[in-house]
């Protein structure tokens, strides 16, 4: 149980490219999503906590304009990467959560974007 | 003081071995508790999750956790070379909006 499909898993594109990022819950309805960036060999960032129904909040320093979230039901959260840079090229990772507020997060296989 | 503190390895441990990962908190009002592997290029995977006191086993891993010293502990028995990943604390606090503090991991490497 608590499978979290995430895709696509590789992305290469050219700067200015929008990008957008699906993270599905296939057998639990998810409360709340989050979304992390990793670059190689730091730490998981968490960029955004995501609640069905309502605007995702945000960490400080990232733009909420340049990577939008849609949570628009309980399967389904999407990551927008709007006008790519090389700068975001990065190992995006969503993760989703079951009910109350004690369960493990699950996380989905992430997203390798690349971006020319 | 960083709020989830692991020494950030590589611990080498000879296969067959207990490896034992250690992780502090800050935070006394420290709730729920996890441990996470992660493989290189990979995204992170749920090992274990502790709420109480204690110990908690499955397989061959085990949790401890005593929230008196606010520590978190994770043994592996019997490694295998295969356990060689990051292992990942995480933290979650009563106020987090259900976000997880995490800690930076352990780079654990099992020497055949």
């Known amino acids: 149980g608590a499978v979290v499909s995430q895709h696509p898993s590789w992305v290469i594109c050219k700067s200015g490219t929008s990008v957008k990022i699906e993270c599905r819950s296939l057998?639990?309805?998810?409360?709340?999503m989050f979304w992390y960036r990793q670059f190689p060999k730091q730490s998981l960032m968490l960029m955004a906590t995501?609640?069905?129904?309502?605007?995702?909040?945000?960490e400080q320093g990232v733009e909420k304009d340049k990577f939008l979230i849609n949570h628009a039901s309980l399967t389904l959260s999407t990551l927008t990467v709007t006008s790519a840079h090389p700068e975001d090229s990065s190992f995006y990772i969503c993760?989703?959560?079951?009910?109350?507020?004690?369960?493990?997060?699950?996380f989905g296989d992430g997203t390798r974007l690349s971006i020319l | 003081q960083k709020e989830v503190e692991q020494n950030s390895g590589p611990l080498s441990v000879p296969e067959g071995a207990i490896a034992s990962l250690n992780c502090t908190y800050s935070?006394?009002?420290?709730?729920?508790f996890f441990w996470y592997r992660q493989y290189s290029g990979k995204s992170p995977e749920l090992i274990m999750s502790?709420?109480s006191n204690g110990d908690k086993e499955d397989g061959r891993f085990t949790a401890q956790l005593n929230k008196a010293s606010q520590y978190v502990s994770l043994l592996i028995r019997d490694s295998q070379p295969s356990d060689s990943a990051t292992y990942l604390c995480?933290?979650?606090?009563?106020?987090?909006?259900?976000?997880?503090?995490w800690g930076a991991g352990t780079k654990l490497i099992i020497k055949p």
């Open positions: 993760s989703a959560q079951l009910g109350s507020s004690n369960q493990p997060q699950h």
């Open positions: 057998d639990f309805q998810a409360t709340t």
């Open positions: 995501s609640n069905e129904g309502s605007k995702a909040t945000y």
């Open positions: 935070d006394r009002g420290s709730q729920s």
């Open positions: 502790i709420y």
């Open positions: 995480a933290v979650q606090k009563m106020d987090s909006n259900y976000q997880l503090i």
